[in-house]
């Protein structure tokens, strides 16, 4: 990675040799190999031993979730907050696993909207809950730093599984609890706002 990294620069129209890129091969590709370490990571690893079986159906909800990510389509950072919750319906998962999960899929190149899903239907699959509901807010620098449609570079991104898709009253709660009300109106199933999509 550091032979490809130190081409680029040439490409860029520097010269990698000058003192201050001296080291910068080295330190992108140990940035990038920490920013796609969830290619790495194994989520049954880091999930199985914090699985509990419990007596409980009220709603659970991890909100504020910082995380960080990469565009797949320009390898610029999108960076925003997940919230999760989940309905259990005999499991739940140790609460500090959840924002675990949440860098697993975050570290990896990808797109906000399935960030989303790939949140949900990890929970909806390992749990089996009642219902799953993740919704991701994020800005993009794809958007916002090359200027294009800056109106666009934030985005919200949701997955409605179960209970929270079949019961508006439950999404509601949901929605009302992570204070998202002021977009409710347009909040639909996977409805995303992102331009950054099929963009060149
Ligand atoms: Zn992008």
């Known amino acids: 990675m550091q032979e490809l990294i130190k081409n680029l620069l040439v490409e860029l129209g520097e010269d990698p040799n ?17 920013l796609t370490s969830g290619y790495r990571a194994d989520i049954d690893q880091v999930l199985n031993n914090a699985l509990f079986t419990v007596d409980y159906s009220e709603m659970v909800i991890v909100k504020d979730i910082d995380f960080y990510s990469l565009c797949e389509h320009h390898l610029l950072p999108f960076f925003g907050k997940c919230h999760v919750a989940y309905i259990p319906s005999n499991k739940v998962i140790g609460l500090s696993k959840i924002p675990r999960l949440v860098d697993v899929f975050a570290r990896r190149l990808q797109v906000q909207e399935r960030l989303t899903n790939q949140i949900a239907d990890t929970i909806r699959d390992t749990i089996k809950p009642l219902g799953v509901a993740v919704v991701i807010e994020a800005t993009h620098l794809c958007m916002a730093m090359r200027g294009v449609e800056k109106q666009n570079s934030f985005a919200v991104t949701s997955a409605m599984v179960g209970a929270f898709r079949d ?33 060149d």
């Open 18 to 34: 000058r003192e201050g890129l001296l080291n910068t091969p080295k330190r992108v590709a140990k940035a990038y190999e920490f």
């Open 167 to 199: 019961q508006g009253r439950t999404r509601m709660e949901f929605l009302e609890l992570i204070k998202l009300r002021s977009i409710v109106p347009g909040l639909q199933h996977h409805q995303a706002g992102l331009a950054c999509i099929g963009e």
